[in-house]
């Protein structure tokens, strides 16, 4: 862990600002202040820069050279060696536990499965990261605005991954208390024992992630604690590292198709921030297209849309079918259901940045059931590297789109895989062991057929000329 000391800095607050995303109100805060709406109108707010002011290099392919210099834990975080891009906080007060070391896996058993031409797809696996998922890039930086402004306890509603990073930053650093908020009977119980190995006070209220982003927001306010959920911009910026990461082992080549799983979308908000950001300073000459997947079970972003046609429209959203939308599924009582926990949300609160990030990157979204999540887990984890089943949902929304022509078999595909494989290894046991009958059991009324990769175990007799045979049949 590096945690540096205070040291007076100008250049921050000169630099770096909070702006709310709206074309109509615009209003700017300082990044001395914790807020998670505009005070203004309401809206959303994103951390913005005098690039002007900034230190910005004059070629992407510059920051190769911090590697060089990675005994620097800023160097070595693969989120803080691009902190010119990012420049909100003093280097003294950032913490971090060296995230963002995270790989991309070129892999052709997988693009085969999705239809792409050898060479073509790309796995960034964020599982690599130090509590297991992608949510230490954007908790490195959420924590380090809540140790910039002097926070003691910071919160987080969650299935899972969130809770694990929060409480893994607040174990390492001893800075802060970690507050979590999960619904009852909703988080994997790999990301459960995280939080609560990590010394975390987890509270379970009777409901689902959406209930307990409601809480924990009515929580902080009322007692003054730091909401680390992505609402908080500064988590975002973390996050549009990832980008920077595929660019770098791309070799500062742009691909063809991010696709990423939905979710409450803050990665798609901050990979269209990203871009858009990239593309202002003039270190790429073109955006890549952006594909949101979202899981049936928890299908708000498609259904708004694909279906209802919302769009960004340069900020001025069209609400009124929103609200339609959230009106009915409250009269209805409908709550987000499906295998793939990490997503499984039915309110995202980016939903404004990421109409945004699908206007910038020309995005499409997609929505897959839980049998082709798990399918496509499963030809994930056969290609080596192994991932929870949200991730998979990116690799099965590759292959439809590759099925419905929007994705060319030359296309060059990043496919984000957002965590670790043991974050939910019982939807992977259950998956490859479980008879059919099973199986459907495990994924309740979701409407599966079969599990098509299934390895399932070869139970013999405890004898040798058994064993061999099994051996020789099976081989």
């Known amino acids: 862990m590096r945690l540096f000391m205070q040291t007076p800095s100008k250049t921050v607050s000169e630099i770096a600002f909070q702006q709310c995303i709206s074309p109509s109100c615009r209003a700017t805060f300082g990044v001395d202040e914790v807020l998670t709406a505009c005070t ?53 007060k950032i913490v971090t536990v060296g995230e963002g070391q995270t790989l991309l896996q070129q892999t052709n058993s997988v693009g085969a499965f999705v239809g792409l031409d050898a060479g073509n797809l790309f796995l960034q696996y964020e599982g690599m ?15 380090t605005h809540a140790h910039m402004i002097g926070a003691s306890q910071a919160a987080c509603a969650s299935t899972g991954n969130t809770s694990a990073s929060l409480a893994m930053y607040c174990a390492v650093s001893r800075l802060m208390k970690a507050v979590i908020f999960i619904g009852s009977g909703k988080i994997a119980y790999g990301k459960l024992s995280q939080a609560l190995e990590y010394g975390a ?34 988590r975002l910026e973390g996050q549009k590292t990832i980008m920077l990461r595929v660019l770098e082992s791309l070799q500062w080549q742009v691909p063809d198709w991010i696709i990423v799983p939905g979710g409450n979308l803050g990665n798609s908000s901050s990979f269209g921030k990203a871009f858009m950001e990239l593309k202002h300073l003039g270190l790429i000459d073109r955006v890549p297209r952006l594909a949101i997947i979202n899981a049936a079970g928890a299908n708000t972003l498609s259904q708004l849309y694909e279906e209802s046609g919302v769009r960004w429209n340069d900020g001025e959203i069209d609400n009124a079918p929103v609200e339609k939308y959230y009106d009915a599924m409250q009269a209805a009582g409908r709550k987000a259901s499906t295998i793939a926990s990490a997503i499984e949300i039915n309110r995202p609160v980016n939903f404004e940045k990421c109409l945004r990030a699908l206007d910038v990157c020309d995005g499409v979204v997609r929505e897959i059931s839980d049998l082709e999540i798990l399918d496509a887990k499963a030809q994930v984890g056969a290609g080596g590297i192994g991932c929870e089943p949200a991730s998979a949902a990116s690799v099965a929304g590759a292959k439809l789109l590759r099925e419905q022509g929007i994705i060319a078999p030359s296309d060059r595909v990043v496919c984000i895989l957002t965590g670790h494989q043991l974050k939910d290894p019982t939807a992977t046991v259950a998956y490859h062991t479980t008879d059919q009958e099973e199986f459907n059991e495990v994924l309740g009324s979701r409407g599966v057929q079969r599990a098509s990769y299934a390895n399932r175990a070869v139970s013999v007799p405890n004898d040798l000329n058994e064993i061999v045979r099994a051996i020789q049949l099976y081989s």
């Open 40 to 92: 203004k109108c309401g809206g959303l707010l994103d951390v913005s820069y005098d690039w002007n002011a900034a230190a910005i290099p004059a070629s992407i392919s510059e920051f190769e050279s911090k590697w060089s210099n990675r005994h620097d834990p800023l160097c070595y975080s693969g989120v803080w060696r691009f902190r010119e891009l990012l420049p909100f906080a003093p280097p003294e």
């Open 129 to 143: 990261n130090p509590s297991g998922s992608f949510k230490d890039n954007g908790m490195t930086a959420a924590f």
């Open 201 to 234: 006070l987890t509270v379970a209220i009777n409901g689902d992630f959406d209930d307990a982003m409601l809480r924990v927001k009515e929580v902080c306010s009322k007692l003054g604690i730091y909401l680390v959920n992505s609402i908080n911009p500064f």
